[in-house]
């Protein structure tokens, strides 16, 4: 069946630094992919989305970048800080209009 | 602005109790509305989804049902609890039409005795 899934169950970085995490996916005909951020104990918050159409979408401190070749999309955030801590998700729209959500990769800011 | 809503925050409830949980949406019309479950550390499993009111499609089977009595009212409900329906359960909604991203409420934690 489709999946998604994130490379690492745990990322750990540098305050200050850059973050990426990674995310892979299995059907080739998926054209819409989202990140999402989940805090302990809250609802995944949308961060940004991306099109089929499109390699790169930039936000607020964070890119999306899509790799259709290979079936890979990362997300990177800029300058990390202690309120980026939390799980990530990716999720990709399967052949039935539906998100399939990769497991999450938790992201540690290491003071 | 749009805001979902979703109670109660946490639950307790025994074995073969019924169960409703409730979801609204405001600030917006006719929005595509979802239930998922989240187990611990894991992602989200969509449970039901809907277009529009008395529209509910069923993604997995199990022990839960799910209704749209109003256009931005989602319920989820079962009439025995199982243990296996423990879990952290997220409502959603998004804007009509493909490529929309769903936006979530903050969940309710339900633990089953």
Redesign the interface.
């Known amino acids: 069946g489709e999946s998604v899934g994130l490379h690492l169950p745990t990322l750990s970085v540098q305050e200050g630094d850059n973050s990426i995490i990674n995310c892979a996916y299995s059907n080739s005909a998926s ?2 992919f ?1 990140w ?1 951020k989940q805090e302990s ?6 961060i940004i ?1 991306i ?1 089929s159409n499109m390699d790169k979408r930039q936000g607020q401190r964070v890119t999306v970048l899509l790799n259709k070749t290979v079936k890979h999309l990362s997300l990177q955030i800029a300058a990390t800080q202690p309120g980026d801590s939390a799980v990530y ?1 990716c ?1 990709g ?1 399967d052949s039935n ?3 399939i ?4 990769t938790k992201l540690i800011i290491k003071p | 602005s749009q805001t979902i809503h979703q109670w109660p925050a946490t639950l307790v409830q025994p074995v073969g109790s019924p169960l409703s949980l409730e979801c609204t949406v405001e600030g917006t019309s006719n929005p595509n509305l979802y239930w998922y479950r989240q187990a611990a550390g894991r992602g989200l499993q969509l449970l039901f989804y809907s277009v529009g009111i008395g529209q509910i499609s069923s993604e997995v089977p199990q022990n839960l049902s799910a209704s749209r009595p109003q256009d931005r009212q989602f319920i989820l409900s079962s009439k025995k609890l199982l243990l296996s329906d423990s879990g952290f359960y997220l409502c959603a909604w998004s804007a009509g039409g493909s490529n929309q991203p769903q936006h979530f409420g903050d969940g309710t934690r339900l633990s089953i005795l």
């Open positions: 054209d819409y989202i999402y104990g809250k609802g995944p918050q949308f989305d099109r998700f999720a729209r209009y539906q998100l959500w990769g497991a999450g």
